[in-house]
């Protein structure tokens, strides 16, 4: 029996089962926490032996167990084996070569998308070793809030809060003008695995009220307001000027008959007390009794009045007739706009770059990309009060890599000169655009076709 165990062969054998089993003994590292990252970015899922070895030798694995097929990476013998791999991520999954032989494993994930979020296993099946980490992808959009509906007769009016395409589920508050949080519920709906929130309120007063959608998980927040106190201002004067005009025609009918019914009863009663030609006792001489010349001066002038109370009645018919013609082409403007609004909402959710904000004294535009987008031959198009569109087109080869990546575009001579911001673009020969009072802001891509449009009101400019 020694001499068998001094054979080289079985030494050799020894040796390997004891390094086997010295493998065994060292353990993985991945991560505990999540891994948070948005969509568009590149991500690293950690994987490394405790103790530093060469991995480039071994052969082990990257899976997701809720897909089918599981496999993201595969690694056996210095080579992957690509046939295994999910679809999902074809050309997307790399490792760190270099580091396999200081027991790096790690996995780079490129240009993640939602679908990508979910448990990871690092796994080697000769060790029976494995970790897990798992990958949150985040993603966000942009809030739309616009005017829902608006009762023209000033009971109030309906905002509504949409935004989709959220990863985790967000949460949706209302804020009034002052900052204070204002109690609305709002729904969720799941598409494709991406939340969308939604949420109507009604207000009746003036003011500014925004709207925010949150993730607190990953930190995302989008934000948008609309400005209603020119709706109040606009819908509820007609209202209350009918009620005060119609008020003041049933008093002025009120009084025209009260006069007439005066003016019959004292006709009446000089004509009972004409024929009477009895001497006037001394009584009689103390009253005193209107001549019939005084009579005739008092119902001439009733009369004036009573004309002047008709011409008055006509004139309020006349602005009654008017207030409601203007409260009916407001109303029709505003059924437009809501339209507008709605169409422009429903065309930016399809867009992958929207008009982010404009400035309201007329210095800049801000887009934002919600994907990978190249910006040739894009153009910016301003109408000032329905004037001749003013036209910026991106002539040179400008790329939106990440989600989130914005470029704004500045009128001359207000672009910042300091050089880290990466896409800020001046408008030659291109002055601030605040000459009116409305302006249409629409962006179109390389084809001429719309992507985005946004109405916004200017303010005067400020001294």
Same mark, same amino acid.
């Given at each position: 029996?020694?001499?068998?165990?001094?054979?080289?062969?079985?030494?050799?054998?020894?040796?390997?089962?004891?390094? +086997?089993?010295?493998?065994?003994?060292?353990?993985?590292?991945?991560?505990?926490?999540?891994?948070?990252?948005?969509?568009?970015?590149?991500?690293?899922?950690?994987?490394?032996? *405790?103790?530093?070895?060469?991995?480039?030798? @071994?052969?082990?694995?990257?899976?997701?167990?809720?897909?089918?097929?599981?496999?993201?990476?595969?690694?056996?013998?210095?080579?992957?084996?690509?046939?295994?791999?999910?679809?999902?991520?074809?050309?997307?999954?790399?490792?760190?070569?270099?580091?396999?032989?200081?027991?790096?494993?790690?996995?780079?994930?490129?240009?993640?998308?939602?679908?990508?979020?979910?448990?990871?296993?690092?796994?080697?099946?000769?060790?029976?070793?494995?970790?897990? +980490?798992?990958?949150?992808?985040?993603?966000?959009?942009?809030?739309?809030?616009?005017?829902?509906?608006?009762?023209?007769?000033?009971?109030?009016?309906?905002?509504?809060?949409?935004?989709?395409?959220?990863?985790?589920?967000?949460?949706?508050?209302?804020?009034?003008?002052?900052?204070?949080?204002?109690?609305?519920?709002?729904?969720?709906?799941?598409?494709?695995?991406?939340?969308?929130?939604?949420?109507?309120?009604?207000?009746?007063?003036?003011?500014?009220?925004?709207?925010?959608?949150?993730?607190?998980?990953?930190?995302?927040?989008?934000?948008?307001?609309?400005?209603?106190?020119?709706?109040?201002?606009?819908?509820? +004067?007609?209202?209350?000027?009918?009620?005060?005009?119609?008020?003041?025609?049933?008093?002025?009918?009120?009084?025209?008959?009260?006069?007439?019914?005066? &003016?019959?009863?004292?006709?009446?009663?000089? *004509?009972?007390?004409?024929?009477?030609?009895?001497?006037?006792?001394?009584?009689?001489?103390?009253?005193?009794?209107?001549?019939?010349?005084? &009579?005739?001066?008092?119902?001439?002038?009733?009369?004036?009045?009573?004309?002047?109370?008709?011409?008055? @009645?006509?004139?309020?018919?006349?602005?009654?007739?008017?207030?409601?013609?203007?409260?009916?082409?407001?109303?029709?403007?505003?059924?437009?706009?809501?339209?507008? *609004?709605?169409?422009?909402?429903?065309?930016?959710?399809?867009?992958?770059?929207?008009?982010?904000?404009?400035? *309201?004294?007329?210095?800049?535009?801000?887009?934002?990309?919600?994907?990978?987008?190249? &910006?040739?031959?894009?153009? &910016?198009?301003?109408?000032?009060?329905?004037?001749?569109?003013?036209?910026?087109?991106?002539?040179?080869?400008?790329?939106?890599?990440?989600?989130?990546?914005?470029?704004?575009?500045?009128?001359?001579?207000?672009?910042?000169?300091?050089?880290?911001?990466?896409?800020?673009?001046?408008?030659?020969?291109?002055?601030?655009?605040?000459?009116?009072?409305?302006?249409?802001?629409?962006?179109?891509?390389?084809?001429?076709?719309?992507?985005?449009?946004?109405?916004?009101?200017?303010?005067?400019?400020?001294?």
């Amino acid at each position: 029996m020694k001499n068998s165990l001094r054979s080289p062969g079985v030494l050799l054998v020894l040796w390997y089962l004891l390094k +086997i089993q010295n493998c065994r003994g060292q353990a993985l590292i991945g991560s505990s926490q999540p891994i948070i990252s948005r969509v568009g970015d590149d991500v690293t899922l950690p994987c490394f032996f *405790q103790t530093p070895r060469d991995a480039a030798a @071994l052969t082990f694995e990257w899976t997701r167990p809720d897909l089918q097929p599981r496999f993201v990476y595969v690694w056996r013998s210095f080579e992957e084996l690509r046939d295994l791999k999910n679809p999902q991520f074809d050309d997307r999954t790399f490792l760190y070569q270099d580091e396999l032989k200081k027991g790096n494993i790690s996995l780079k994930l490129t240009n993640v998308k939602a679908k990508d979020s979910g448990v990871y296993r690092c796994f080697f099946p000769a060790l029976r070793k494995e970790t897990s +980490i798992r990958l949150i992808v985040a993603s966000s959009s942009p809030v739309v809030v616009s005017v829902a509906s608006v009762d023209v007769w000033g009971s109030g009016v309906v905002l509504q809060c949409a935004s989709g395409g959220w990863f985790p589920e967000p949460e949706l508050w209302w804020l009034d003008s002052e900052g204070a949080l204002l109690s609305v519920e709002h729904s969720v709906s799941v598409s494709d695995g991406l939340y969308e929130v939604s949420s109507r309120m009604s207000v009746e007063q003036s003011g500014t009220f925004s709207c925010t959608v949150n993730q607190s998980s990953t930190n995302l927040s989008e934000k948008n307001s609309v400005q209603v106190e020119d709706y109040f201002n606009g819908v509820k +004067i007609f209202p209350v000027f009918i009620v005060l005009t119609v008020g003041l025609v049933v008093f002025a009918g009120a009084a025209i008959i009260l006069l007439l019914f005066l &003016l019959r009863a004292t006709k009446q009663k000089t *004509q009972t007390d004409e024929p009477k030609l009895e001497e006037p006792t001394c009584n009689d001489m103390d009253e005193e009794t209107p001549s019939k010349e005084e &009579l005739n001066t008092y119902i001439t002038s009733a009369e004036e009045e009573n004309k002047i109370l008709k011409t008055k @009645l006509e004139e309020l018919n006349t602005r009654i007739t008017s207030a409601e013609e203007e409260n009916k082409t407001l109303k029709t403007k505003l059924v437009k706009e809501i339209k507008l *609004q709605q169409e422009i909402q429903s065309t930016r959710t399809l867009s992958p770059v929207i008009i982010d904000s404009f400035h *309201q004294y007329g210095t800049y535009v801000r887009l934002k990309t919600q994907e990978c987008v190249n &910006l040739r031959k894009w153009s &910016l198009h301003i109408e000032v009060d329905n004037d001749k569109a003013l036209i910026y087109t991106f002539e040179h080869s400008l790329t939106l890599r990440n989600s989130g990546d914005t470029v704004t575009i500045y009128a001359q001579g207000h672009c910042p000169s300091d050089p880290s911001f990466r896409f800020e673009k001046e408008w030659e020969n291109q002055t601030r655009w605040n000459t009116g009072k409305i302006a249409f802001v629409s962006l179109y891509d390389d084809t001429n076709t719309l992507k985005d449009r946004i109405c916004e009101r200017m303010f005067p400019t400020p001294h």
